[in-house]
């Protein structure tokens, strides 16, 4: 871990820089497979699982006999789990419905918004060491609160041509009927223009690697709408001297398993914080499977001692970061300073953990500093507002003469035409 | 205008198809732009400005003399008429702040979502032959009402080095103080990564020609977030035998004089009203100063007759028009069933002028199939909403033991890890 003791404002840009994406490198390759999905449908998936994944598959669907193997062979404390997670992921998410409200903007004109949800919506859970189960409750059961009514889920299979028990049993909790077996680029393209097996959908949303992303991309150009740019995981813990070391530690930790590209920074106010923080992080280490990939990560890391909590603060809005967790003593009254980041975890009992699966909010949050222009997936991810509004005769009578000189001003005749014949 | 008579459904997606974006022919030109703005600033934007803009400029910010001489030059009714339409948009926009609400998902575990203003945001207004001064309005005014605290906003100078008076005006009303003579692929570029005189922003929004529209999206990529991908204009009308013929044709008219790209499309279930809005459009645009445009975009428009207004309303759905309006005896019941649509006005006395400058809705919307995943602009696109997290002793408690046994699951250890600590 680099330490970096009271750095002049200008070196933050540099101090806060996360590693550069390569995603120009890869976009012709990530084209090519687009294209060849696009145009060959089934086919190429099936070509490029083979070649990808190592599996010979006969159909990309799951069938209800696969649901019912995977339930079996979920321990009943994974389901409990699942289901406590489940239903406070839904308590928070549907307490987030839209309320539509009339305003009569001026007499005889009333408009409002109205929440609609996104008719076809498509889910990719990323396959890989970790069978990501919570990433399908995080996009499924909002999708299934806000009524979408095609839900698609596409993962890569294992070696033995199957989805993780998990990731089955979780979905069809979530609601979630159409799975298909297919992962990387390909899942992408399919689920953007539709195949054989797999239906075309409005927006595409999950995680992923740096080629899911450019695929991602790719398609949100022209095709669908995509839940938000991705990078690598990232948190900032900002602590103060009254914070415990043993779970700060505990937090960085649990940032950098995620992998070598992950980012985990520690802004503290107090020397001795950093200095027991950075001896606790050793220690934790060592007790864990992941050791190598998590030290690794690691090397990318900071530890940063800033001069007061108002620094600190600015520092963190600076930086943007995914996960954000607050552990100082008015840790309230930090928080509400808080302008740019995806998720802020308050006080010592709140680690990031309990976010990424269990309170109830989302865990598709912005990284690589996002957080300053996106949100985290929500409800609203999963909605369109669209507008209404209703004119009376009186209402035109009121408000035409204004639209007239607007738009005669515009030197557009034909709108202003479209209010005079109105008012005649 | 094409007359369609009673299309069988596998039709459809040939008759509702928009005209292809050739988008991909000019993104290396795009490009070219772009990487001279992020490298040479200011000297990059003036010399554009020389070549498209065919201005010499000796400096980019509109200053207060300018502003001054615009607000001189403004005749009072027009004034009047954009404080008419401010207040209205104003009331609309604040009607959508967001109210946050605590959710407490398990006891002692407190989450909830914060409304937090985009901080720096950069509005792109197009010049060309029509001062939209409108967009001005629709774009910084919810910026304003959000708390962004830097608006930006960029728009070509006409050919004596200024902007046009209506657009300083409209900026000045609506709280923007940095104004900054620059258009196109420049402005938008400029934005993005900043110069020596325009400040980089974390957003961007605004309309403007194909190859604003690929700026926007190169930028996209990885500097900053757009407001959504663009497309020309559009518009459908469903309509019953009940419809006036001369509002019908007015409110096609209306849009086709937007360009010779926008759509026009009438969807009825009256023959008789098809065949009287025909003669009626011919009838109107012989009156029409922008008469030769909008023939040309008329030539694209179609008249649709559908067989009942079931078949209509599914027919609209498909098509998920930016703007449509609803002239049928029983409208109210109609839009109920609107799914996909940008904006509806409905009734007779609602045309689509109405909510292009005056009636509060925003008219920056979703063209070209997008309101199918995307909403248009309103205070949401201005914000963020970051999600809170408090947990009590008594919360992790309560959540620990679930959260150990899905990041075990997971064979995410660290994850776990964070919550033992805290549980011993």
């Known amino acids: 871990m680099n330490i970096i003791r009271y750095p002049e404002r200008s070196e933050w840009k540099e101090i806060l820089k996360r590693s550069a994406l390569h995603t120009e490198d890869i976009r012709d390759a ?3 497979i687009i294209n060849k999905v696009r145009t060959e449908g089934d086919r190429a998936i099936i070509a490029y699982e ?7 598959l ?3 669907a799951v069938d209800e006999t696969e649901f019912k193997e995977a ?15 489940s239903a406070n992921i839904r308590t928070f998410h549907a307490a987030q419905r839209f309320e539509s409200k009339k305003i009569e903007t001026t007499p005889g004109v009333t408009c409002w918004q109205k929440a609609v949800a996104i008719e076809k919506v498509g889910l990719y859970v990323p396959g890989g060491t970790a069978p990501l189960f919570s990433t399908v409750l995080m996009l499924a059961i909002p999708a299934q609160i806000a009524g979408c009514k095609e839900i698609v889920l596409c993962s890569p299979p294992g070696q033995k041509g199957k989805i993780h028990p998990a990731i089955l049993y979780a979905a069809r909790m979530a609601g979630v009927k159409k799975v298909f077996k297919a992962g990387g680029v390909q899942a992408i393209a399919a689920m953007a223009y539709g195949t054989e097996s797999i239906p075309k959908v409005y927006k595409i949303f999950g995680p992923g690697n740096q080629y899911v992303t450019v695929a ?9 709408a995509i839940d938000m740019p991705a990078g690598p995981s990232e948190v900032a813990v900002l602590a103060d001297g009254t914070a415990s070391p043993v779970y700060v530690a505990s937090d960085l930790l649990s940032q950098a398993e995620h992998g070598a590209d992950s980012q985990a920074i520690l802004i503290t106010t107090s020397e001795q914080l950093l200095e027991k923080t950075k001896a606790e992080v050793e220690r934790q280490l060592a007790t864990l499977p992941r050791k190598a990939l998590t030290e690794l990560s690691l090397r990318s890391s900071k530890l940063i001692l800033v001069k007061d909590l108002a620094e600190a603060i600015d520092m963190v809005n600076e930086y943007a970061p995914e996960h954000l967790i607050i552990e100082t003593q008015n840790y309230r ?23 990424d699966y269990a309170s109830g909010t989302n865990h598709t949050l912005p990284t690589n500093g996002y957080a300053k222009a996106y949100s985290g997936v929500s409800l609203d991810s999963f909605i369109r507002k669209i507008t209404f509004q209703e004119i009376t005769k009186e209402g035109i009578r009121r408000l ?11 030197q557009l005749d034909a709108h202003k035409n479209a209010v005079t014949v109105r008012l005649d």
Chains 1, 2 share one sequence.
């Open 400 to 410: 035409g003469p204004a639209i007239q000189i607007l738009a005669a001003n515009e």
């Open 333 to 355: 009254d930090v928080a509400e300073q808080i302008v740019n980041a995806g998720s802020v975890f308050m006080g010592p009992y709140a680690p990031e953990s309990a976010g």
């Open 50 to 56: 083979e070649q990808f994944d190592k599996v010979k």
């Open 30 to 32: 990530v084209n090519t």
């Open 58 to 60: 006969e159909s990309l």
């Open 216 to 224: 991602k991309q790719q398609v949100s150009l022209r095709e669908v």
């Open 71 to 85: 339930e079996n062979m979920i321990a009943p404390e994974l389901k409990e789990a699942i289901r406590q997670a």
